[in-house]
Each structure stands twice: as C-alpha cells, then as structure tokens.
C-alpha cells in the first residue's frame, strides 16, 4: 500500500497518472499494474470486479466439487456483480447461504461494504466464505477496509 501511496498521492483514479516507475523491477510492476487497473476501459462494462484470495477459500471447504462450483461463479463477472448489487440494494451487509440467491453459494455466506470516493458511490469490498466465518470480524475488516480505501482514494 505504500508503495502505491508514493506514486498515487495527489492523483485521482480516473486520470491514473503516468508516473515515472524508478524503483525495484517487481515495485515497478505492481504499481503499472495497479495504474492500469485504475485506467478506464471503453471496451468493457463499466461495472469491473476484482477477485482475490480464491485459492485460499479451498481450505475452508470439505468438498472439492463444491470449491469448483464456487470458483466457476466467481469467475462470471456479471454474476458477481448482481449477487454485490443485490446485497447492498437490499440494504445488507451480510447475505449467508440461499440468501445470496446463488444456488451454488448455499454454504457460503458474502459480507460486503461499499466505499466511496470524494462522497459518491464507488465499489464494494466483499469477504465470501463458509457460513461459519466469523461474522463480527469480517465486517469489521471490510468496514475498515472500505473506509480507509475510499479514504485513500478521495484524497488522492
């Protein structure tokens, strides 16, 4: 997070700076990376999702099969993109089996919150895992997380 910090200060995520990259080879890729998902793309939809940590969810699983059927609907950015829209709309936070409305997410519970950049309405951050996740400290992570993103991001 620092590191982006360096090259983000004073930058908004709409113009994705163009920043000169004078650090380590690895540094100097995460941040292009980070620029670039930043940037606009007038090819697809508006609406892009950013999924991480899906390797990580296998462990929390008993059934292989059931890992694979999950991973094929992360894997469909519409389909995550409603279930977010869904949760929020419905004025939730946390949605826990068949209340995502995803038959295969039935054992697995999504607790989001939105962030927003200088006061409007910018994304959701979301936690997705088995239904007997600790709730109270996944909201508290995606509330901190959301805060201090869209903190970050509307100062620049």
Request: hydrophobic share 45%; net charge negative; with cysteine.
């Given at each position: 997070?620092?590191?982006l910090a360096?090259?983000?200060?004073?930058?908004?995520?709409?113009?994705?700076?163009?920043?000169?990259?004078?650090?380590?080879?690895?540094?100097?890729?995460?941040v292009r990376?980070?620029?670039?998902?930043?940037?606009?793309?007038?090819?697809?939809?508006?609406?892009?999702?950013?999924?991480?940590?899906?390797?990580?969810?296998?462990?929390?699983?008993?059934?292989?099969?059931?890992?694979?059927?999950?991973?094929?609907?992360?894997?469909?950015?519409?389909?995550?993109?409603?279930?977010?829209?869904?949760?929020?709309?419905?004025?939730?936070?946390?949605?826990?089996?068949?209340?995502?409305?995803?038959?295969?997410?039935?054992?697995?519970?999504?607790?989001?919150?939105?962030?927003?950049?200088?006061?409007?309405?910018?994304?959701?951050?979301?936690?997705?895992?088995?239904?007997?996740?600790?709730?109270?400290?996944?909201?508290?992570?995606?509330?901190?997380v959301s805060?201090?993103?869209?903190?970050?991001?509307?100062?620049?």
């Amino acid at each position: 997070m620092t590191l982006l910090a360096q090259h983000l200060i004073g930058e908004t995520p709409v113009s994705a700076p163009t920043v000169v990259l004078q650090g380590p080879a690895r540094d100097n890729e995460i941040v292009r990376l980070a620029l670039e998902a930043m940037l606009p793309d007038e090819t697809q939809d508006s609406e892009r999702v950013f999924i991480g940590g899906a390797s990580r969810m296998v462990s929390s699983f008993d059934a292989v099969a059931q890992v694979s059927d999950i991973l094929q609907i992360l894997e469909q950015q519409y389909v995550v993109v409603s279930l977010l829209r869904d949760v929020l709309d419905r004025g939730l936070h946390v949605a826990i089996g068949t209340e995502t409305g995803v038959a295969p997410l039935a054992e697995c519970a999504i607790v989001v919150a939105p962030y927003d950049i200088e006061g409007m309405r910018a994304g959701t951050i979301g936690v997705l895992g088995p239904t007997r996740m600790n709730y109270s400290e996944a909201l508290a992570a995606v509330a901190v997380v959301s805060n201090n993103l869209g903190q970050r991001l509307t100062e620049g």
